[in-house]
């Protein structure tokens, strides 16, 4: 296979970021991964654990005239979020990613890159591979489910993980040094599919959203783009509330950390009703093109009469529970931080909906810095199901990261960077989840950051790496591991 990326410097650290990217990883499909690690430690001579978790930890020596440093724990997530549109022909569970350049990035084709977080163990190995780099003890920390729920993390055996200097890698805005971030939760609402014999004096439509730009539901959440799904209960709402309409299935979004960018929903409407639902439906894609020109001005709604009729749908009392239930779960930003200018501090991204046979399904990814907000939206999202005849189960609960006011390794990080480049780091707070927070329970007196290269739209077909932040950003880490003292 071409090696797109042997070309590009640092060469070690895009070397092992493709091979990366030929093995298939995503999230609870990770097994080869983390043997391509073990046999990496194994090739190297190195010391490493990886547990039932398929969580992975390789240790490196000090090198000399370091013996006497702290160790440090670089630390990133092998698995990946896997999305792609919907006519594209790629299996995540075996096809490899096809790379790219254009211009200063590196892109997938038609499919999420992997840089989040893949370019975190391609620079832990690089370290790991070298003899050239000075650095303290090493301990590179890889972990699984990571954009699932932080599973890996919490399955981690905190006697696995010996130092207590944590550096993360798994942020996406060079010269920013994450220092806080939210906690969040997966909540899974399923409401009852109670089916009936299909009129057959009704039509079938079926009805698309595409065009969405979607997202990270932590890192863009503050962005107002369009979520695919709740976008289709406005539509169902707004043929419901004068049509007596029938839900076949109602499908999108495949991630819950992830904005969703497509839907698709089949009604039964009465042949009556024909020309009032294609109106309709004319109308309310004007309504959404005017209301996301900015944030969306690709977005369209689109239908077709199918013309092979289902065998049953929804009964009417079924059909209105999902449809009320997708109208008025509350998503977005819910609420701002009132100590850090504009950071979000709590939110909900409803970002699955699937159709089963016994149930319709509702994956929410719920995030808040404040623990105690975080079970309030967990709350009225329990309620509302309620209301609707429906259930919730809340899984991957994670804590959030507290901002350490006396933070060593936050000291270093900043006179490094001002000593290389002439201005101060950005030292922000984060919306999004990152595993510091699990770890700082864990571990007794962790010193933790985050900090990465330049990613764009990640979670997203359109996930894109800029080449020259990856160098910068390398050549810094390796700075900061000379200056622990």
Same mark, same amino acid.
């Given at each position: ?16 970021? $493709? ?12 097994? &080869?991964?983390?043997?391509? %690690? /073990? @046999?990496? =430690? ?116 905190? $006697? ?12 996406? &805005?060079?010269?920013?040094? %994450? /220092? @806080?971030? =939210? ?157 850090i200018k504009g950071l979000v501090e709590s939110s909900l991204n409803l970002g699955v909906v699937t159709t089963n046979e016994d149930s319709i399904v509702f994956i929410s990814s719920i995030r808040s810095s404040v623990k105690s907000l975080k079970n309030e939206l967990t709350n009225r999202l329990i309620v509302t199901a309620k209301l609707n005849g429906g259930s919730v189960v809340t899984e991957s609960d994670y804590p959030e990261w507290s901002y350490n006011p006396d933070s060593k390794i936050r000291t270093i990080f900043e006179e490094v960077y001002e000593k290389m480049y002439k201005t101060k780091p950005h030292i922000a707070a ?56």
């Amino acid at each position: 296979m071409a090696e797109i990326l042997k070309d590009l410097q640092p060469v070690e650290v895009f070397k092992y970021f $493709e091979k990366l990217s030929q093995i298939p990883r995503g999230s609870g499909n990770e097994k &080869e991964v983390s043997d391509y %690690l /073990v @046999s990496f =430690a194994k090739e190297h001579h190195l010391e490493y654990v990886q547990d039932s978790a398929l969580n992975v930890v390789i240790r490196k020596k000090a090198t000399p005239g370091f013996e006497n440093s702290p160790s440090v724990v670089l630390q990133g997530h092998m698995d990946m979020v896997c999305e792609k549109n919907k006519d594209v022909d790629h299996d995540f569970t075996k096809d490899p990613l096809k790379l790219r350049i254009i211009d200063d990035m590196i892109y997938a084709t038609d499919t999420t890159l992997g840089a989040d977080n893949g370019i975190a163990v391609a620079m832990g190995l690089a370290i790991l591979a070298s003899n050239q780099y000075q650095h303290p003890a090493i301990e590179l920390l890889v972990t699984t489910a990571e954009e699932t729920g932080m599973d890996g993390a919490m399955a981690l055996d905190p $006697e696995d993980v010996k130092g207590r200097i944590l550096i993360n890698i798994d942020s996406e &805005e060079e010269g920013t040094l %994450l /220092v @806080s971030c =939210a906690g969040g939760l997966t909540a899974r609402t399923k409401i009852p599919a109670v089916w009936e014999d299909l009129d057959e004096n009704r039509i079938p439509y079926m009805i698309k959203i595409r065009g969405l730009r979607g997202g990270h539901s932590g890192m863009e959440i503050d962005k107002e783009r369009g979520n695919s799904n709740k976008l289709m209960g406005r539509i169902l709402m707004s043929i419901l509330s004068e049509i007596d309409l029938r839900l076949i299935s109602i499908d999108g979004g495949s991630k819950n950390n992830a904005i969703p960018r497509e839907a698709d929903a089949i009604i039964l409407v009465k042949a009556d009703d024909k020309t009032l639902v294609e109106k309709k439906l004319l109308e309310i894609e004007k309504i959404f093109k005017t209301e996301m020109r900015v944030s969306d001005p690709d977005v369209r709604v689109e239908f077709e009469i199918l013309t092979n009729s289902p065998t049953k749908m929804l009964s009417k009392t079924s059909t209105n529970n999902v449809i009320n239930y997708l109208y008025l779960l509350i998503n977005g930003v819910t609420s701002m931080s009132m100590e850090i200018k504009g950071l979000v501090e709590s939110s909900l991204n409803l970002g699955v909906v699937t159709t089963n046979e016994d149930s319709i399904v509702f994956i929410s990814s719920i995030r808040s810095s404040v623990k105690s907000l975080k079970n309030e939206l967990t709350n009225r999202l329990i309620v509302t199901a309620k209301l609707n005849g429906g259930s919730v189960v809340t899984e991957s609960d994670y804590p959030e990261w507290s901002y350490n006011p006396d933070s060593k390794i936050r000291t270093i990080f900043e006179e490094v960077y001002e000593k290389m480049y002439k201005t101060k780091p950005h030292i922000a707070a984060i919306h999004a989840g990152l595993e510091c927070g699990l770890f700082a329970e864990k571990f007794e007196q962790l010193d933790a950051i985050s900090f990465g290269p330049n990613l764009y739209d990640v979670h997203t077909p359109n996930e894109h790496m800029s080449i020259s932040s990856v160098q910068r950003v390398w050549e810094y880490l390796l700075e900061v591991l000379k200056n622990i003292k």
